[in-house]
């Protein structure tokens, strides 16, 4: 299984080659964790982790 790519700086999880929020390319497979938000308008853990976009993310990245 391969393991997935996330961001270094937002955090999300990505599967091209920019991040579609920061527009950046440092990406690590070193993550732990995965949290989904569905509607980070109505999440209160969304705001409270500071993640104002809908989608996959990994909780903690090295």
Known sequence: MVKKKACKKCKIFVSGELCPICKKNSFTTS???????????????AKQIGIDKSGEYAIKVR
């Open 31 to 45: 993550w732990k964790g995965r949290i989904h938000i569905v509607d980070s308008e109505k999440s209160k853990i």
